[in-house]
Every structure is written in C-alpha cells, then in structure tokens.
C-alpha cells in the first residue's frame, strides 16, 4: 500500500513569491494535516482537512492557506514568502476523524522549502 | 493547554548499548493519546506506537519497549541493543480529547556509534 506522497521534494523561492506544496493521503485516509518544521521550533500544526473542508489552522497567518480536493489530496498555499518560511513542511494523514478520534497519523517525505 | 517535554536534547551511545528515551507529558484531558515517531535523515516522520491514556500497560515490539506511567506524566521509549539504523530524532507527540492535531516534543536525536 502505497504511503503519504508529496511534491515537490525541494522547492526554492524568494521572498515575496508565492509556493504550493502537494500532498496526496494514503488511499481510504480522508484526514490530511500539514505540519511545519522549522529550525529550532520543532513540529508546529498548520492546518487540517477532513472531507474537503478546513476543520482547525494553528497560529499561523492567513497566508498560509490551503485546499482539499475531492479525491482527498490537499494543497498547501504559502503567500507572500518571508525568509522565516524556510522549513521542512510535513504532511501527514488519517482516516476519518469523524467518527473515531485520535487516528493515528501516518507522515510523508515532506517538501524542503528554501526562501532566499 | 497540551505540552510534551522531551528534556534529552542529544544522546550518544556506543552500539549494543540500551538507551531510554525520556517523554514528560501535560495534559487536563482524561483521555488522550501519546505516540512516539523516529525522523530519519531522510526527514519523513516514521509511525513507532500509539497509547491510550486508558491503557498503561507496558509494550514491546522486538528491541523497542515504551514505559506508560500516568503517574508521573511518562511516556519513555528504550531500546534495546541499540544499532546504527536506530540513529535518528524521535519525538514523542500528544493528542488530547479536545483537538486532532499532534503536540510534538522538541525531539531527542539519537546518535548509535558503531
């Protein structure tokens, strides 16, 4: 069974451009989470979808935005790229959690996003 | 508010040797999940094990053991003979009744010399 799969794998930009970073969820998972890693703050919950609708952000800006798509892929949308945008950005998915809470996450490869 | 405390910055140890992962959680949901993931090189975060708060027995799974004390407020990961592919950074996370998302630890990197 194939696992969470993202794209691209690196991605460089400069600031004041915009990214998208892919991600597609194992098959039958339904919830997708993105994640940042950033140098020296650790793993922090951007965003979550489950069935196609935003169900919580983190503490981020609005310019973090994103998607989820009919087939349960989602999109990661990062605006106005500040230097500080350079992470490690990790998706991860679950089955529903609608019904049972607290499904494990199972992660991807993540998506290296350099800002110059 | 959820926190996960992950005190061991950095570990060094000599291959075959055990080593113990600490994990303080802080949590005011009675029930919640505690799980520990490896972070290779690679970057991509590996599944270990998942706990219930209700569950406090302990587990092993070949050279791996989590210690569940609710007591205390622990969650620590030991292996056992430890080896050169067991080198990478493990986070202990958190997942309260009252949110989906995972509160990660800082992260502990593990170093296995042969």
């Known amino acids: 069974e194939a696992g969470v799969t993202q794209s691209p794998t690196h991605l460089i930009k400069t600031r004041g451009q915009q990214a998208t970073l892919r991600c597609s969820p194992i098959?039958?998972?339904?919830?997708v989470y993105w994640y940042q890693q950033a140098l020296g703050l650790g793993l922090q919950f951007l965003l979550w979808?489950?069935?196609?609708?935003?169900?919580n952000r983190g503490n981020f800006p609005p310019r973090f935005s994103g998607r989820q798509f009919p087939n349960y892929s989602s999109e990661l949308n990062v605006n106005a790229l500040e230097l500080e945008d350079s992470a490690l950005y990790l998706c991860a998915s679950s089955p529903s959690s609608g019904r049972v809470r607290q499904e494990t996450q199972y992660f991807g490869p993540g998506t290296r996003l350099l800002v110059l | 508010a959820q926190k996960v405390t992950q005190a061991q910055t950095e570990i060094s140890v000599v291959e075959k040797e055990d080593v113990t992962l600490d994990c303080v959680y802080e949590t005011r949901d009675t029930t919640y999940y505690l799980f520990w993931y490896k972070q290779p090189p690679s970057g991509e975060l590996v599944f270990l094990i998942r706990r219930n708060s209700f569950d406090e027995q302990n587990e092993i799974s070949g050279r791996y053991s989590w210690n569940f004390q609710k007591s205390t407020s622990s969650f620590n990961f030991t292996i056992t003979a430890s080896q050169v592919v067991d080198s990478a950074v493990y986070f202990c996370?958190?997942?309260?009744?009252?949110?989906?998302?995972?509160?990660f630890g800082k992260g502990t990197k593990l170093s296995v010399i042969p």
């Open positions: 098959s039958g998972h339904t919830s």
């Open positions: 996370a958190l997942n309260g009744a009252g949110s989906y998302q995972l509160t």
């Open positions: 979808y489950d069935e196609g609708e935003e169900r």
